[in-house]
């Protein structure tokens, strides 16, 4: 496969035991005790010599109850790394233009560029918002597909409601709207699914649900896309675990929310930290992360790897100076900011 070649695979370096992860924007909560003990007694009945429900019919479901929509409007994936790939096999046809962001979430890239599609990838302003480049009548009317993430990764924060809106409404394309951290931002474009019928919304288990070991994502759009997700998924894309846990989760919904309000919290505490420094600058954020501005990137990760924390550093040229950091539990934020405070004398920076 040309399109492959001079590509590096992607292989996320196995959690580090003993070390406080704020690397991979995951939720810091492990399964509460009472929804494990669940767990463990649904998977006790399984029948395992079988292959799992192919469509994940009783998940979408359920997914369906919650959301008040049909499940023919229910897409479920093995994580929504999954259904981007789908979408990109389903809407772009070949050599097809994908519009993302620059920077974005990187499976966008990866995935259109292993399928063999144009990139269109257009910058984001000094504040990581929308420019008016997304609104090239050109581009409009020759897109296939459109990611937007919302809030976006790794900037943290949510692009113009108002121009996502106007793209939706002009692009001939599909435009996904993935509301991964849907959770730390309160904003959604789900009620808008029935409005406009290119709009698809992708959503995931693995950061404020805490299940990112089941690999459980989904996708919401008009029936008319859902068939052609379907169509070009694979039979049994959700293992018969995942749906389980998938399921079981939903039905803790509640229990497992509590630990959203707490990371909601430490966000605030964290942003009040780094809004007193001389040294960080801290952009805006909706998500369970931030996006943190600072003179010396690798310095920091090193020096807070060195204490047990570890940070996401960047490669892309324009994230040269900032460094992604994830909000923890309140223990491992006062590990982080004393870190900080101890970072921010004179012995560090010299
Ligand atoms: N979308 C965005 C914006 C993300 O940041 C991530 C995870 N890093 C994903 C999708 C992938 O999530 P999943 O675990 O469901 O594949």
């Known amino acids: 496969n040309p399109h492959i070649r001079g590509m590096a695979p992607y292989m996320p370096a196995p959690r580090q035991a003993g070390y406080i992860s704020l690397d991979a924007n995951e939720s810091p909560f492990d399964l509460p005790a009472s929804v494990r003990k669940k767990f463990l007694k649904k998977i006790k009945h399984l029948v395992f010599n079988r292959y799992p429900d192919g469509p994940s019919t009783e998940l979408r479901r359920a997914v369906g109850r919650k959301t008040g929509l049909p499940p023919d409007w229910i897409v479920a994936g093995n994580g929504s790394d999954e259904l981007i790939g789908c979408l990109i096999d389903a809407l772009a046809p070949p050599g097809g233009t994908v519009v993302i962001p620059d920077p974005t979430f990187v499976m966008y890239e990866r995935l259109a560029r292993i399928r063999g599609a144009r990139l269109a990838k257009l910058p984001l302003d000094d504040q990581f918002d929308l420019t008016p480049a997304f609104l090239d009548p050109k581009l409009l009317k020759s897109a296939a597909l459109w990611f937007f993430a919302y809030p976006n990764n790794p900037t943290s924060n949510c692009f113009s409601e108002r121009l996502l809106l106007t793209i939706l409404k002009r692009a001939r394309g599909i435009v996904v709207i993935d509301e991964a951290y849907v959770d730390f931002s309160g904003k959604t ?23 990112a070991l089941g690999r459980v994502g989904l996708a919401f759009a008009h029936p008319k896309i859902t068939r052609l997700l379907h169509v070009v998924r694979l039979p049994y894309n959700l293992s018969g675990l995942g749906q389980a846990l998938a ?18 919290r430490e966000r605030r505490t964290l942003l009040d930290r780094l809004a007193a420094s001389t040294v960080f600058f801290a952009c805006p954020t909706d998500a369970n992360f931030v996006l943190v501005k600072t003179a010396r990137p690798k310095k920091v990760f090193e020096f807070l790897r060195a204490r047990g924390i570890l940070i996401k550093l960047f490669h892309e040229p324009r994230l040269q100076s900032y460094v992604r950091i994830t909000v923890g539990r309140p223990a491992e934020m006062r590990r982080l900011a004393e870190a900080l405070d101890r970072m921010e004398n004179d012995s560090w920076r010299k």
């Open 189 to 211: 474009f789900l009620p808008l699914l029935r409005k406009y019928p290119n709009l698809v919304i992708l959503r995931t288990f693995s950061k404020a649900l805490g299940i």
């Open 247 to 264: 399921l079981t989760t939903l039905a803790s919904e509640r229990e497992i929310r509590q630990n959203i309000a707490s990371i909601v």
